[in-house]
């Protein structure tokens, strides 16, 4: 099975400031047939389900803010928040769907400072 | 846009059985493939289980196969996940989530979550 591994575990910024989330696979997630790296991110409010924010490392799902972005290739990926807004509070998550299993990062906790 | 409700959880005894459904919103719900996704108390992610959109292909976690079984039934919009010799690590909120293209088995990323059901095992 292919690990996925965020860091840090837990980060806090201040409102406004940037927020960068990495995340490493134990084996590339890239396609070279079809170009593309088979990498989402998730954000999980308390009391909710994931939501998708981000896949094909870069692409971002409809309605998400353009303050997240998605960059990064093969084995390295990095989420970021360009101004952090309040309600960004969450653990994110990473995921692979190139080889099954699909599998997730142990996740990041993000908090204001 | 498919909605999911997820439905069947419960408090149950180690070693009983449980059977959760995933109702989807709409008759597209058949043209897509559909995962198992759960979380432990306070934990991360743990993939499950997937079923191709045609109930044709499916596949299982390590830490539950032999013991869990995926299944549909698209006349009812329904995907099913029958947990058999429950044990107590199988205690979670058990989430389905489909995948965001018609027709996949595992190549695209989950853009539809229910709102989960709670699983608890417990003597």
Not at chain 1, 60 to 75: A, K, L, N, Y
Not at chain 2, 9 to 20: A, K, T
Not at chain 2, 66 to 88: E, H, P, Y
């Amino acid at each position: 099975d292919i690990v996925m591994t965020q860091s840090p575990d837990s980060l806090a910024v201040s409102l406004g400031e940037r927020a960068t989330i990495n995340c490493k696979s134990s084996q590339s997630v890239f396609y070279s047939s079809s170009n593309k790296s088979y990498l989402a991110w998730y954000q999980q409010k308390p009391g909710q389900p994931p939501k998708l924010l981000i896949y094909w490392a870069s692409t971002r799902e409809s309605g998400v803010p353009d303050r997240f972005s998605g960059s990064g290739s093969g084995t390295d990926f990095t989420l970021n928040i360009s101004s952090l807004q309040a309600e960004d509070v969450a653990v994110y998550y990473c995921q692979q769907y190139h080889s099954p299993p699909d599998t997730f990062g142990q996740g990041t906790k993000l908090e204001i400072k | 846009q498919v909605q999911l409700v997820e439905s069947g959880g419960g408090v149950v005894q180690p070693g009983h059985s449980l059977r959760l459904s995933c109702a989807g919103s709409r008759s597209t719900f058949s043209t897509y493939a559909i995962h198992w996704v759960r979380q432990a108390p306070g934990k991360g992610l743990e993939w499950v289980a997937v079923i191709s959109y045609d109930g044709t292909k499916k596949d299982h976690g390590d830490s539950v196969k032999g013991r869990f079984s995926i299944s549909r039934d698209n006349s009812k919009n329904t995907v099913s996940l029958q947990m058999n010799s429950l044990r107590a690590e199988d205690t979670a909120v058990y989430y389905c989530a489909k995948e965001s293209q018609p027709y996949g088995g595992g190549w695209y990323p989950f853009d539809t979550w229910g709102q989960g059901t709670l699983v608890s095992v417990s003597s």
